[in-house]
């Protein structure tokens, strides 16, 4: 049915289920609160709409159900009681208490933030559901703008008009290196000693740009050997010696999927970090629950201890 046919309220079933218990325009008007004359032409109105009369009146003995009304009446009360489940349903979910989260997060970021996040908060709130996107901060910003992600875990790169970011933590990128390399027992490791070494580059939308631009101040740009849009990938190559990489989120572990292990060691110059924080969309007002699970984001995040 085209939702344009429907011609009759709620508030006018509503009237019309009173009405049909209580067979009386005054003391329907009573229980609703209301005047008599407003249920009156109320449910001239909804008669009308639906082409039936609904009552009979009775000028001394007030009304009396027609048949086509007693046959609308058990089906007007189900759509009042699922209106009403409907409603409970929004505020429940509005509220906090049930519903789902769009979850989107940067891919780098991902493996070492997303899971411990989402454990903790589902401790408190465990009927809260989650759908995940790990992507790049193209499909996140995307995701954001058209509705898809309600919420989004990323970097202050390029951030969109319409997107509202929350900074959360000041990340400087740091080198990783072979354990073997020549430079790995340094305390700290220059950009123009890098220049010469092979470059793994982690391949992602606006993050290749930013490390890349950090050389900027020695005047050269790397070039990359290896790439990978897999920070786990860019780990392991550097691990079993292919090169250098220049990461940003602080690691736990210094040991590779396969077992190799590799060096972390911080600039000599200033380098331009780049922040972690939380996007949402300007356009659209978050839910309870998305307005909870970014509160709780922002405690988790910044309470990190990162090295």
């Not at 070494?197 to 990359?224: C, N």
């Not at 924080?277 to 659209?284: M, P, Y």
């Not at 007002?285 to 990190?304: D, G, N, Q, W």
Request: proline letters at 5%.
């Amino acid at each position: 049915m085209d939702g344009n046919s429907i011609r009759y309220s709620l508030r006018q079933l509503r009237y019309f289920v009173v009405t049909a218990e209580t067979l009386s325009f005054t003391a329907a008007a009573k229980r609703l609160h209301i005047s008599q004359p407003s249920i009156s032409t109320s449910l001239a109105d909804l008669e009308e709409s639906f082409g039936v009369q609904l009552f009979i009146r009775h000028h001394a003995s007030g009304l009396s159900l027609t048949q086509p009304g007693r046959d609308l009446l058990g089906h007007a009360r189900n759509l009042l009681q699922n209106a009403e489940e409907l409603q409970l349903t929004a505020t429940e979910i509005d509220g906090g208490m049930s519903g789902s989260i769009s979850l989107g997060c940067m891919v780098s970021l991902a493996p070492p933030l997303m899971p411990g996040i989402i454990s903790r908060f589902v401790q408190d709130y465990a009927a809260i559901t989650f759908r995940t996107t790990e992507a790049h901060q193209d499909t996140l910003l995307s995701g954001l703008h058209d509705g898809s992600l309600d919420i989004a875990l990323t970097y202050s790169l390029d951030i969109t008009d319409g997107i509202a970011f929350t900074p959360l933590l000041s990340l400087p990128p740091y080198v990783i290196l072979p354990k073997t390399h020549r430079l790995a027992r340094a305390r700290k490791v220059s950009l123009a000693d890098l220049l010469p070494e092979p470059y793994v580059m982690l391949d992602l939308p606006h993050s290749r740009e930013y490390f890349s631009a950090l050389f900027d101040a020695v005047g050269s740009r790397p070039t990359a050997a290896f790439r990978s849009s897999q920070p786990e990938v860019v780990r392991g190559m550097v691990a079993n010696g292919l090169g250098y990489s220049i990461l940003n989120f602080p690691l736990k572990s210094t040991r590779t999927v396969d077992g190799e292990d590799f060096v972390i060691k911080r600039f000599k110059e200033s380098v331009n970090a780049t922040t972690l924080g939380i996007a949402l969309s300007g356009a659209v007002k978050p839910r309870e629950v998305v307005k909870r699970f970014s509160a709780f984001c922002e405690t988790y995040i910044r309470r990190l201890h990162l090295r």
